[in-house]
């Protein structure tokens, strides 16, 4: 049902076809956020964050020191490959616990800042946005990333993970998996839409 829902909203079809798009999919690009509220009040509470992240660290619940944490670790990769910096990414945010956003929340559907994340840990589309932003901070380009909210075939669940494209192909960074996996090695996922901070694609 939720995947039904999902192509609903988006206008989507609920099959794949053979494209060459994510996950052989046929992608249609768009660059007006209405349909997606949560991912837009994600990012406004993010910016909030990261003016308060500039306060000096004085207790470890404090957004600056989480941010300070953050960063310290992220600042440790700056030299290293860019496969490297993925699957250390990858590792590190997947040691989080993954809780539910009615267990989180009290709500069914909810989409984390990086910050509310770390206090909380979250679901597969919170871990693949603390990626997503943590790559930014290490200077991935947000036009080489989405999140990709997608319906895993094998398990029949909804899911999300983040795609990165490194010289023009996608490696998928998934809270299910430990290593970062080219996107043409996996099958069972049928992609509905993905997003970013300025463009969102449809799939079909």
């Known amino acids: 049902m939720l995947l039904l829902f999902l192509c609903v909203a988006i206008n989507s079809p609920c099959f794949a076809e053979d494209g060459d798009g994510l996950f052989g999919s046929h992608e249609t690009r768009y660059d007006t956020f209405g349909l997606f509220p949560k991912w ?6 993010n910016k909030k964050d990261l003016i308060y992240s500039r306060l000096p660290c004085e207790d470890e619940m404090q957004t600056s020191c989480i941010f300070l944490k953050w960063h310290t670790f992220l600042s440790s990769l700056k030299n290293k490959s860019t496969m490297q910096k993925l699957n250390a990414v990858n ?10 956003d009615l267990a989180n929340w009290g709500v069914e559907d909810y989409w984390e800042t990086p910050k509310e994340f770390s206090l909380k840990d979250g679901d597969c589309e919170d871990f693949a946005i603390a990626k997503f932003k943590s ?27 983040l795609a990165v494209y490194v010289n023009g192909e996608p490696y998928i960074l998934d809270n299910q998996a430990e290593q970062v996996i080219p996107a043409d090695e996996i099958k069972h ?12 694609w449809r799939h079909s």
């Open 40 to 45: 837009v009040g994600m990012l406004s509470r």
């Open 91 to 100: 590792r590190n945010i997947n040691k989080h616990k993954y809780v539910t």
């Open 135 to 161: 790559l930014l901070y290490l200077g991935f380009s947000n036009e080489d990333m989405r999140i990709v909210v997608l319906q895993d075939l094998n398990l029949n669940i909804a899911h999300a993970v």
């Open 189 to 200: 996922y049928m992609p509905i839409y993905s997003i970013n901070e300025t463009t969102w």
